[in-house]
C-alpha cells in the first residue's frame, strides 16, 4: 500500500524535481508548496482530459501524458484511480528512463 | 495550403503513422487521414479535448512546446502550428520526436508553393495561444486551515484505535489501491476535527471512507467486511 511518504520519494529519482498526487477535482494530496499550487490544477485537469479521450480512440487505456517545456521541464501525468501523480522533470533529463521508473514504481505499489 | 495534401503527405511519410490530423480551434477538423484500424476514432473530439488540455496548461507554463500522450495501442503527438491550428498524429510508439519534426517539414516543403503556407520554421514558433485568454483551471474547493493531527500516531502500535483503524486502511486500500494511505491520513484528520475520535464515533470515519469509494458493490464489500470492528 503506498503512503504519502512513498510517493514523495519519487522526488530522489533522478531527473525528477517534484512528484505531486492530486485528487480528480484538483485536491492536492501532496505537501503543499508553491510548485503544487501551480501544477494541481494543470495535472488534474489533463489526466481528466486524457482518461476522456480513451472513449474518443476506440477504448485504448491512458496511460500518461507528457507536456514538453521549452525549458526543457517535462510534466508528466500518471492516472490512478481517481487520481493523477504529476511529475515535474528536471531539464533536459532523459525523460523515457523517469517514465519507466515510475510505471516500475506504480507497478510495485499495485 | 492545401490541407488534405498536407495531412496526406505527413501520414505517407512513416509507415508508424496511422493517422494524422489537422485541427483548427475555431473550425475544428481541417483534414485527416485515419487507417482502417483506427478508423472508429472521433478526430474532432480529440481535436477540442487536445486544445482544451494546452489552453488549460497555458494558465500555469508559457513556455509549451509539444504534448504527448501515450496509450496502451497508441501515441498522440500534439504540436501546435500557427494560427490556432494544431498537428495531430497518431502513431506507434516507436517512432521519435525527430522523426515527426522531419516528416513535418517535408510535408511543409511539399506545400511551400501553397498560399498560405506556414514558414518551414513553424515549429520553432511560439505558441500563440499561450497570449489567448485562458480556460478557467478547476473549481478548486476552499482550503480550510485545519488544526495538525498526528495520524501516524493514531494508527501506531498500542494506540487505543490503532486495530481498528489499520484494519479500515486495509479495506480502503483493497478498494481504491495505492491512494489508500495518503486519502486516509486525510480523512482521519477530517474525522478528528469533527468528531473525538473513539470507538464510539468509528462510524462516523467509515461514512468518510465510504465517500471516497466510487463503485456501489464496492461500498458494499467494504460495509460488510468491516462491520466487525463497529460492534
Redesign the interface.
Known amino acids: 500500500m503506498a503512503s504519502a511518504k512513498d510517493f514523495a520519494r519519487l522526488e530522489q529519482i533522478n531527473g525528477i524535481s517534484h512528484a505531486i498526487l492530486v485528487r480528480n477535482n484538483g485536491q492536492v494530496l501532496s505537501q503543499a508548496s508553491d510548485i503544487t499550487a501551480v501544477y494541481a490544477p494543470l495535472i488534474a485537469g489533463s489526466g481528466i482530459r486524457c482518461d476522456s479521450l480513451s472513449t474518443d480512440m476506440g477504448g485504448s487505456r491512458y496511460i500518461h501524458f507528457c507536456l514538453e517545456q521549452e525549458s526543457g521541464q517535462n510534466v508528466l501525468v500518471f492516472p490512478l484511480g481517481q487520481f493523477y501523480l504529476g511529475i515535474i522533470t528536471h531539464p533536459n533529463c532523459e525523460r523515457q528512463e523517469i517514465i519507466d521508473q515510475v510505471v516500475l514504481f506504480l507497478k510495485h505499489l499495485k | 495550403m492545401n490541407h488534405e495534401t498536407f495531412i496526406a503527405d505527413i501520414a505517407a511519410s512513416l509507415p508508424e503513422i496511422a493517422g494524422a490530423i489537422l485541427f483548427d480551434t475555431q473550425s475544428g477538423v481541417l483534414a485527416q487521414h485515419l487507417e482502417n484500424e483506427?478508423q472508429?476514432?472521433?478526430p474532432a473530439?480529440?481535436g477540442s479535448?487536445i486544445t482544451?488540455?494546452a489552453k488549460?496548461?497555458a494558465?500555469?507554463?508559457n513556455?509549451?512546446?509539444?504534448?504527448?500522450?501515450?496509450?496502451?495501442?497508441?501515441v498522440?503527438s500534439c504540436r501546435q502550428l500557427p494560427g490556432e491550428q494544431w498537428l495531430l498524429l497518431?502513431h506507434a510508439p516507436e517512432l521519435s520526436a525527430g522523426m515527426i519534426t522531419m516528416a513535418l517539414q517535408m510535408a511543409l516543403s511539399n506545400s511551400a508553393n501553397e498560399e498560405e503556407t506556414p514558414s518551414p520554421d513553424f515549429y520553432e514558433t511560439e505558441s500563440s495561444w499561450q497570449e489567448e485568454e485562458t480556460e478557467q483551471?478547476?473549481?478548486?474547493?476552499p482550503e480550510e486551515e485545519l488544526a495538525f493531527v498526528d495520524t501516524e500516531a493514531m494508527i501506531a502500535p498500542g494506540a487505543p484505535l490503532a486495530k481498528q483503524l489499520n484494519f479500515l486502511?486495509?479495506e480502503l486500500?483493497s478498494c481504491?489501491?495505492?491512494?489508500?494511505?495518503?486519502?486516509f491520513?486525510?480523512l482521519l484528520t477530517t474525522w478528528c476535527h469533527k468528531h473525538t475520535p473513539s470507538a464510539e464515533t468509528l462510524p462516523q470515519l467509515v461514512d468518510l471512507i465510504e465517500q471516497e469509494i466510487?463503485d456501489p458493490e464496492e461500498i458494499k464489500t467494504f460495509h460488510a467486511n468491516i462491520l466487525s470492528i463497529l460492534s
Do not use: C, R, S, W
Request: aromatic share 4%; charged share 20%.
Open positions: 483506427i472508429g476514432y472521433n473530439a480529440i479535448k482544451a488540455i488549460n496548461a494558465g500555469q507554463i513556455d509549451i512546446t509539444t504534448m504527448q500522450i501515450t496509450f496502451d495501442t497508441m498522440l497518431l483551471p478547476l473549481e478548486e474547493e486502511q486495509e486500500a481504491i489501491g495505492p491512494v489508500a494511505m495518503p486519502v491520513h486525510e466510487d
